[in-house]
T-cell receptor
């Protein structure tokens, strides 16, 4: 069965510092990978996605992620965070389920940016 | 496009009452998903539809939960009877094509007292 593991439930970081949020997935088939962000009392918003091609994917708000097939990872990075990046971040994998794709989410990582 | 629209945004109801959550997907999208989010269990996929047909409802917790999609622009998730443990934020999402990228609504925060 496919699954997504986000290795850190919480990541505290100071403003303007770099950050990496880790994500590993398990799947025996090709997958599409996503990072979503959820601000308080909001729905989930797509940050970036990997469908195919270049393994380095750039998204909104200065975030990027690298798909590593051998390590089955899709870690999210930002070189310099802002207070406004404080939110919950979800890694997700889309898996073909008999001709239909469904999204499976990790447990989420709460990023707390401190001044 | 207005995005995925869910109503109501908040719902408070008494245990035993019927609750109906509504969703309008993005026009042209052919897949619709209902998720439930709680602190304990995170984001759980309850059910998803493709071209208005329920494809996988294995995530629906009990027979008290039911979902319908009578047409391409409307879906409901019903809980009857509701219980306090159903308290959660319920999200609807829609997508187009086979890549799985989903667009989420703002969610309905359900509180059952």
């Amino acid at each position: 069965a496919q699954s997504v593991t986000q290795l850190d439930s919480q990541v505290p970081v100071f403003e303007e510092a770099p950050v990496e949020l880790r994500c590993n997935y398990s799947s025996s088939v090709s997958v599409y990978l996503f990072w979503y962000v959820q601000y308080p009392n909001q729905g989930l918003q797509l940050l970036l996605k990997y469908l195919s091609g270049s393994t380095l994917v750039k998204g909104i708000n200065g975030f990027e992620a690298e798909f590593n097939k051998s390590q089955t990872s899709f870690h999210l990075r930002k070189p310099s965070v802002h207070i406004s990046d404080t939110a919950e971040y979800f890694c997700a994998v889309s898996v073909d389920s008999g001709g239909y794709n469904k999204l499976i989410f990790g447990a989420g990582t709460r990023l707390a940016v401190h001044p | 496009d207005a995005g995925v629209i869910q109503s109501p945004r908040h719902e408070v109801t008494e245990m035993g009452q019927e609750v109906t959550l509504r969703c309008k997907p993005i026009s042209g999208h052919n897949s619709l998903f209902w998720y439930r989010q709680t602190m304990m269990r995170g984001l759980e996929l309850l059910i998803y539809f493709n071209n208005n047909v329920p494809i996988d409802d294995s995530g629906m917790p009990e027979d008290r939960f039911s979902a319908k999609m009578p047409n391409a622009s409307f879906s409901t998730l019903k809980i009857q009877p509701s219980e306090p443990r159903d308290s959660a934020v319920y999200f609807c999402a829609s997508s187009l094509g086979d890549r799985g990228e989903a667009f989420f609504g703002q969610g309905t925060r359900l509180t059952v007292v």
